[in-house]
């Protein structure tokens, strides 16, 4: 089968992105594939030259980011009618907003943080909730530019001046507890993973999930059965409304105090460096990587 895999990108997530892509071009050789990688850049009409030229049967798509994982290069795709990996346009979309990805998810029934969408003025002029409170970008993945607030640490003011994703950013409560996650692969829920981030990270941020020693993962979760349960449910269960097709992750916070068991975002472009989340409950799963990528190559074609 040919294949041309893009990876690289323009957003800040381009460097794990890289990783990504290099590793499923070799894997996807291992399989026996004849594979091209195309590294993207600024200038999509050479990436969509080159994918024309190349005329693959599948493309993956190892772009993480804003226009690798929002449904834009997935309208390129869709234009060119190359079959690709991953969610189609308005999936992707939804998924990288967090806003519309709350309502979505509130909607079905799946819990979700209290919270709302604020102004950069707003946030100036004062708490837009209780603290502590999370910050965040609504269209960047990966954790960029995400901020707590706690009680008394002064910070929400620089916060608000120094903001540089847009003029409105999502507000929700912090949820104490752990950090889990589950990757769902069709229309399976692999596992649960404990993410332990080292001591110095106040949450899995981005160098906690990209940075060698930055966090350690459990798999499986030492968890409640109940909890593994739900949280198997509520990850195929996301996958499901937000349409969502070949491999997701959707990442929670649990309070094991009260039991609280939250959905943080839905991932519609999992990291596929070697050592990544996704990767690491296929394989405890017993799916080595290259037959992880394998699979979700066929999977784009069966479509």
């Known amino acids: 089968m040919k294949i041309a895999v893009l990876y690289g990108g323009v957003s800040n997530e381009r460097p794990v992105s890289l990783v990504s892509g290099t590793a499923v071009i070799d894997a996807l050789n291992q399989k026996g594939h004849t594979v ?3 590294d993207v850049g600024s200038d999509i009409i050479a990436t969509a030259s080159a994918l024309q030229s190349l005329q693959p049967d599948v493309v993956f798509n190892a772009l993480h980011g804003p226009k690798g994982e929002d449904g834009a290069i997935q309208g390129v795709l869709e234009w060119l009618n190359l079959p690709y990996t991953h969610s189609d346009i308005r999936a992707s979309a939804v998924a990288m907003d967090k806003e519309a990805t709350r309502i979505l998810l509130a909607a079905a029934g799946l819990p979700v943080a209290q919270g709302r969408v604020v ?11 209780p603290p502590p409170y999370v ?10 530019g995400v901020e707590i607030v706690h009680s008394k640490d002064n910070r929400r003011i620089e916060i608000a001046e120094k903001w540089e994703f847009g003029e409105s950013m999502l507000v ?14 069709g229309d399976r829920a692999l596992t649960v993973t404990d993410i332990l981030p080292a001591e110095t990270a106040d949450f899995y941020d981005f ?22 349960t ?7 269960k996301a996958h499901q409304v937000i349409g969502c097709s070949g491999a997701s992750r ?23 460096t070697p ?5 690491e409950q296929a394989a405890f799963c017993g799916i080595s990587y290259p037959d992880l990528c394998d699979w979700m190559v066929k999977e784009a074609l069966a479509r």
């Open 36 to 38: 091209t990688g195309i």
């Open 135 to 144: 910050i965040k970008p609504i269209r960047e993945g990966s954790s960029v």
């Open 119 to 129: 102004t950069r003025k707003e946030l100036l002029n004062g708490d837009p909730l």
């Open 172 to 185: 929700e409560s912090f949820i104490p507890g752990r950090e889990l996650t589950t990757a769902v692969v």
């Open 207 to 228: 160098e906690a999930k990209y940075k060698s020693g930055g966090s350690r993962h459990i798999v499986p979760a030492d968890l409640p059965a109940n909890v593994t």
């Open 250 to 272: 959707t990442d929670f916070r649990y309070d094991e105090q009260t039991n609280n068991l939250v959905i943080l975002e839905v991932n519609t472009q999992p990291g596929m």
């Open 230 to 236: 739900r949280a198997l449910e509520y990850a195929l």
């Open 275 to 279: 050592t990544s989340l996704l990767p």
